[in-house]
């Protein structure tokens, strides 16, 4: 396989109910995950981009997250309809969306 031009990690962590962290689970991420999937069909971005759903990225207040790599930007309280936006300024313009990024005191 090639090295992707852009690799997308969801956060896909579940926790049991009440527990202090939360979790992207919990927060629709399963709904945003299925959201880059489908764009992916449709684009057809297989081998061009990597998608890949991960365990806890670090910071569960801000969940969904949605990290980005080679530019390590971090993406959070995102949701389904954040996911057009992010594949057309980031993945397809190189422009990460400021409005999605988490606090940087946050990561
Ligand atoms: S549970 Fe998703 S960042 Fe921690």
New binding site residues.
Partial sequence: MARPEKHIFI???A?PPGHP?????DKG?ADVLQAFQQQFEQQGFWGRFGLTST??????D????VLVYPEGVMYGKVTKADVDEIIKEHLLGDKPVERLQVPADLW
Avoid: E, N
């Fill in positions: 956060c896909g962590q926790r962290r939360g979790s992207c689970a991420a365990g806890c990225l670090g910071v569960c801000a969940g969904p997250a």
